[in-house]
């Protein structure tokens, strides 16, 4: 008799019944299973003879029957006597409990994977993170910054605020993102972003904000912006360590009263702020004080540095200092006292 006689269906593509296989039965070994449940008194030569296979391959399948506890050994044994099988019912119950516990450890190996992986993730944004205590976690390095607004922007799921003024050198942990705001607004996420008067004139930057406003981005400018600021669905907000050195470090508050303040102090300056202008609009009447000049007197009368200056309106130093020389030769003045004192008699600070 062929192995095949003795190979009851449903079979997989491997042969063999499919259930068995799961317990550690191979095509093989079920077959002389079968056979001797049939004939237990037969030994190792009639079971070769009668499944038309020869006598290791009979003894690799007792081997293994004898590995998962469906047979035991007999104390004396003829020559063609062997093993002896353990009574079906108790040997293949055990091993189906045998092998649902290994199901359960493996699912359990799996959960605990599961969690590992988890806890990595959370590492891994959490690089460079320093939480003490409270609602406030701190995050050092541009590296982590830049993590945490990936993150925290990517889960975004009904409104994105920022307030975005432009660095200098550009680019930088804090530099919006473009094709994960571009995903935002494709998702539905209302995105509102405050930008500096002086990153229209930035061809890269013009390029990034006219690109977010044509996929429906609601834009405005002001000459000047206090800080770098995200605010995420109104439950959570990110801040720089030190607003002069916003590379350094943030800030995650998920604090509500922060949170209030923070959303009111953006919507102040949304109320101030202008639209953004079209791609070829008029930029102004000639001979009139820009808002962004005008933010610069300001900044002179309460006594910030040129480099301060500069900073906040997002400007090169250079930049910076052909305004004053720009206003000083339209107020005739020759300091930047005398520019501050006739701005301020103008009324323009």
Not at 41 to 49: I, K, M, N, P, T
Not at 303 to 314: I, Q, S, W
Request: glycine share 10%; proline share 7%; hydrophobic share 40%.
């Amino acid at each position: 008799m062929p192995w095949h006689a003795c190979a009851p269906a449903p079979t997989d593509d491997r042969g063999g019944t499919l259930m068995l296989r799961v317990l550690g039965l191979d095509f093989g070994t079920e077959a002389v299973y079968r056979l001797m449940l049939e004939h237990p008194s037969w030994g190792v030569d009639r079971l070769a003879e009668a499944l038309d296979t020869d006598r290791p391959a009979v003894a690799r399948a007792l081997d293994t029957l004898a590995d998962l506890a469906l047979l035991r050994s007999t104390a004396s044994a003829g020559p063609d006597d062997g093993p002896r099988l353990v009574p079906p019912r108790a040997a293949l119950g055990a091993l189906l409990e045998r092998r649902q516990n290994e199901l359960t450890r493996t699912q359990l190996e799996i959960d605990a994977s599961r969690a590992a992986v988890a806890d990595l993730l959370t590492d891994y944004t959490a690089l460079g993170r320093d939480a003490r205590g409270g609602v406030v976690e701190r995050f050092t390095g541009p590296e982590a910054v830049q993590r945490l607004h990936t993150d925290l922007t990517g889960r975004a799921h009904g409104e994105l605020l920022a307030l975005a003024p432009t660095t200098v050198s550009g680019g930088g942990p804090w530099e919006l993102d473009v094709p994960l705001h571009l995903d935002l607004l494709a998702r539905g996420v209302k995105v509102r972003v405050l930008h500096l008067d002086s990153t229209d004139g930035t061809p890269e930057r013009r390029r990034a904000v006219r690109r977010l406003a044509a996929a429906g981005a609601e834009i405005r400018t002001l000459p000047s912006l206090p800080l770098h600021l995200r605010i995420v669905d109104g439950t959570s907000a990110v801040l720089p360590l030190d607003p002069d050195d916003p590379d350094r470090g943030a800030a995650l508050l998920n604090e509500p009263g922060a949170l209030t303040g923070l959303r009111a102090l953006f919507t102040h300056l949304w109320d101030e702020a202008a639209p953004l202008p079209d791609a070829d609009g008029d930029t102004g009447e000639p001979g009139a004080y820009s808002p962004q000049e005008r933010a610069l007197l300001r900044f002179l009368a309460e006594g910030l540095t040129d480099e301060a200056a500069a900073r906040r309106l997002g400007i090169s130093l250079r930049s910076e200092r052909r305004m004053i020389s720009g206003l000083s030769a339209r107020f005739g003045a020759h300091s930047r006292f005398q520019l501050g004192l006739q701005a301020a008699r103008s009324g323009l600070v």
